[in-house]
């Protein structure tokens, strides 16, 4: 099992940049692919980015593209978001995910471990 705990979320102006971390518990971090997710109020959940599980693949939402960027340290049990030129639309509380290898990096169903979620608002 995973336990996944984020941070780094907070306030920010539009234009500005954030960096979400995620770390995640136990031995067999390194077998998971690794994903953030966003849900904004109203809205339903939303794949953004997701990164394989030896880290040599990635994938992104097109809403993303250019402007994000997921990275892992699987010495350290971490998966980071790096968010630059945040909009207002980019405002929703963010998760971490964790999936066995091997699946769809962009299908929220493939993932069965979550994180709590970290609040992310994009506001002048």
């Known amino acids: 099992q995973v336990q996944l705990v984020e941070s780094g979320g907070g306030l920010v102006q539009p234009g500005g940049s954030l960096r979400l971390s995620c770390a995640a518990s136990?031995?067999?971090?390194?077998?998971?692919?690794m994903g953030w997710f966003r849900q904004a109020p109203g809205k339903e959940r939303e794949f953004v980015g997701g990164i394989n599980y030896a880290g040599g693949s990635t994938d992104y939402a097109n809403s993303v593209k250019g402007r994000f960027t997921i990275s892992r340290d699987n010495a350290k049990n971490m998966v980071d978001l790096q968010m630059h030129s945040l909009q207002s639309e980019d405002t929703a509380v963010y998760y971490c995910?964790?999936?066995?290898?091997?699946?769809?990096?962009?299908?929220?169903?493939?993932?069965?471990?979550w994180g709590q979620g970290t609040q992310v608002t994009v506001s002048s």
């Open positions: 995910a964790a999936a066995p290898f091997g699946g769809r990096l962009n299908n929220p169903r493939d993932y069965l471990y």
């Open positions: 136990g031995r067999t971090f390194h077998n998971y692919d």
